[in-house]
């Protein structure tokens, strides 16, 4: 079964770095990772995405090993409208059936 | 706004009633992709467009379920004898066409707002 793994939460505090590490196993060959964010009652926002190595923008940075079965999303100095879901999605075959693979989502909590 | 639109916004509904969505993509983007996501969950694909053509969609769809995108633009997603466990929001989001068939190649998607439906 494909799916993707992330912690289910975490802590941090104002003007820190935040790592939130995904597991996808079964990411489709040709397939790049994407990160989004999510505020309560409103759709996903895309932050990064990337297929190999690393990708830096100005809101993040994405890490892929070679084997590309993690990805790493890192937010330098975060503030306390970082609070929010983080999402991972990459695409992957079931059966055949390409689907898009959603993370069950990191719940992040940033405190003054 | 020229943002993904989604209409409507909450609909309450009684088992076994239909009911209907639609989603307005940003006007130049040709990919349209709905998802179901409950509460403490990351959305669930439903399906995609590109254009008209419906590419994919998910085994995890019964047959209840129908999306359609007739001129390439705007899109619904039916859903015929609601049941209780079709409670959710639904969600769509659309994206421009980048190289290859895969949905998830290098094109940021932008969602909608969601359309809340409660089935009672």
């Known amino acids: 079964l494909a799916k993707t793994t992330q912690p289910i939460s975490m802590d941090s505090y104002e003007g820190q770095e935040v790592n939130i590490t995904c597991s996808h196993n079964?990411?489709?060959?040709?397939?790049?990772i994407t990160w989004y964010q999510q505020f309560p009652s409103q759709g996903p926002r895309f932050i990064i995405q990337?297929?190999?190595?690393?990708v830096t923008n100005e809101v993040a940075s994405l890490f892929i090993p070679a084997d590309r079965k993690s990805s790493t999303l890192s937010l330098p100095r975060v503030s306390l409208s970082d609070t929010a879901v983080y999402y991972c999605?990459?695409?992957?075959?079931?059966?055949?059936?390409?689907?898009?693979?959603w993370g069950a989502g990191t719940k992040l909590i940033i405190k003054p | 706004d020229t943002g993904v639109s989604q209409d409507p916004r909450h609909k309450i509904t009684k088992r076994g009633q239909n009911v209907t969505f639609r989603c307005d993509p940003i006007?130049?983007?040709?990919?349209l992709y709905w998802y179901r996501q409950t509460l403490g969950q990351g959305p669930e694909f439903l399906t995609y467009?590109?254009?008209?053509?419906?590419?994919?969609k998910s085994r995890l769809l019964s047959d209840r379920f129908s999306a359609e995108r007739p001129k390439g633009s705007f899109s619904t997603l039916e859903i015929q004898r609601t049941e209780q466990g079709d409670s959710a929001m639904y969600l769509c989001?659309?994206?421009?066409?980048?190289?290859?068939?895969?949905?998830?190649?290098?094109?940021?998607?932008?969602f909608g707002p969601g359309t809340r439906l409660t089935v009672l």
């Open positions: 079964n990411i489709a060959t040709n397939d790049y």
């Open positions: 999605l990459v695409g992957a075959y079931m059966d055949s059936n390409y689907q898009l693979i």
């Open positions: 990337g297929y190999k190595t690393k």
């Open positions: 467009f590109q254009n008209e053509a419906q590419l994919e």
């Open positions: 006007s130049e983007h040709n990919r």
């Open positions: 989001a659309s994206s421009s066409r980048d190289r290859g068939r895969s949905p998830n190649n290098y094109n940021e998607q932008f």
